[in-house]
Every structure is written in structure tokens, then in C-alpha cells.
């Protein structure tokens, strides 16, 4: 099922979270002043969870990055290889 959220598209998934995970973080929305929606939160953390190790934070600052960066990188240094050999 995939929904229509404005201008985004939301697939429906279903998965079995620890029961103690999720209390936790309905004791976390309902301490807050407006309580904002498991959904929101949970993209959040996948979204950070997936930033952080696809080498996005340095410490913990953001980075933007091309997601080819990795990639052009390791490229390089095996160019980089090959040439020191030839020498």
C-alpha cells in the first residue's frame, strides 16, 4: 500500500519492534508539549541510523555528501595504487 503524503510518497511496512523499545518511545511523545507522530520519529532515527553508516557525520556534524563519494574515493586510491607501482 503506498500513500499519497502531499508531495511524498509513504509505503506501508510492517515490522516487530522490542516491546520495551516502543514504550520507551511512547513515554518519550507523550512527555512532549505536542506529541509528534511515530512515524516522524522513526524516519528520523532510520534517516540518522543510515547517514551515520553511510559515513555522513564526522563527529557529530552532519556532512552532505554525493553517495558516489565513497566510491570515487576508492577508485582513487587504487588509481593511486598503480601508479606508485609503475614507478
Known sequence: ???D????LKKMK????????????EAWRQAQTVAPPA???IEAGLRMFL???EGRF???????????????KTLAQ??????????
Not at 503524503?5 to 511524498?8: D, S, V
Open 39 to 41: 512515524t516522524a520519529i
Open 78 to 87: 587504487e588509481l593511486a595504487k598503480k601508479s606508485t607501482r609503475k614507478k
Open 5 to 8: 503524503m502531499g508531495n511524498r
Open 58 to 72: 564526522v563527529g557529530d556534524v552532519f556532512v552532505r555528501s554525493d553517495p558516489r563519494e565513497r566510491e570515487l
Open 1 to 3: 500500500m503506498t500513500l
Open 51 to 53: 547517514d551515520a553508516h
Open 14 to 25: 510492517s515490522y516487530a519492534l522490542d516491546q520495551a523499545l516502543l514504550a520507551r518511545l
